[in-house]
């Protein structure tokens, strides 16, 4: 149905950084899956990791994700210019990123 995933910075200084990939196949899209595995990652950086941000890429086209991630505290941050290929045709992506200060 989906997948998530959460790389934590290794380097001492970004050490309280983690980045957030996500996916959900498109069967399966629309049922809440999404938030589902965003809320228990998300978990996992708070309670767990005390990472302070998250950071995830998406393309602006996608609506419906650019929303979810911002339901749940992602602010855009700025744009990557020609940073995906998609379609066969080189995109922008937004850089989205969620602080928990201390």
Known sequence: ???????????????????VGIMVHT??????????????VLDLAD????????????LPQNKKAVQLYSS??????????????YQGNYADLLIMGRYKHK
């Open 47 to 58: 309670n767990w990791l005390h990472l302070v941000r998250v950071e995830l890429t998406v």
């Open 72 to 85: 749940l505290g992602f602010e855009v941050e700025g744009t990557l210019k020609y940073a995906h290929l």
């Open 27 to 40: 069967d399966f899209q629309g049922r809440g899956i999404g938030r589902q595995l965003m809320n228990a």
């Open 1 to 19: 149905m989906g997948s998530v995933g959460l790389h934590v910075k290794s380097v001492p200084r970004v050490r309280h950084v983690g980045g």
